[in-house]
């Protein structure tokens, strides 16, 4: 059963960090390509906020460039978004990504974290 494991929201004051994780676990049979995280505040559509791709390019949103950095952990399966400068507009549930490739059958296959919330307010 592949589940994706997110840690790290919480509470901070505008200009605060807060460092997201993400592990994925139960991983048998397929090889994890894109990871990356989502966000969707109240009354949002969930959008993208930044992904690191199997082929090592990353995208960020234009709303968070300059003040988030997306890194990854091949070994572990593990994604992390540094968050830095929050403003709070960045409040959101942050969701986890990843797409899933099996090589047996050639899917792809898109997975999802339950998320974690970010409060950023003064």
């Known amino acids: 059963q592949v589940q994706l494991a997110e840690s790290g929201g919480g509470s901070v004051q505008p200009g605060g960090s807060l460092r997201l994780s993400c592990a994925a676990s139960?991983?048998?049979?397929?090889?994890?390509?894109?990871m990356g995280w989502y966000r969707q505040a109240p009354g949002k559509q969930r959008e993208l906020v930044a992904e690191?791709?199997?082929?090592?390019?990353?995208m960020l949103a234009d709303s968070v460039k300059g003040r988030f950095t997306i890194s990854r952990d091949l070994a572990e399966n593990t994604v992390y978004l540094q968050m830095n400068s929050l403003k709070p507009e960045d409040t959101a549930v942050y969701y986890c990504?990843?797409?899933?490739?099996?090589?047996?059958?050639?899917?792809?296959?898109?997975?999802w974290g339950t998320g974690t919330q970010v409060f950023v307010s003064s």
């Open positions: 990504h990843a797409v899933l490739y099996e090589r047996r059958t050639n899917w792809s296959r898109d997975y």
């Open positions: 139960g991983i048998t049979r397929s090889i994890v390509t894109t």
């Open positions: 690191d791709t199997s082929g090592g390019s990353i």
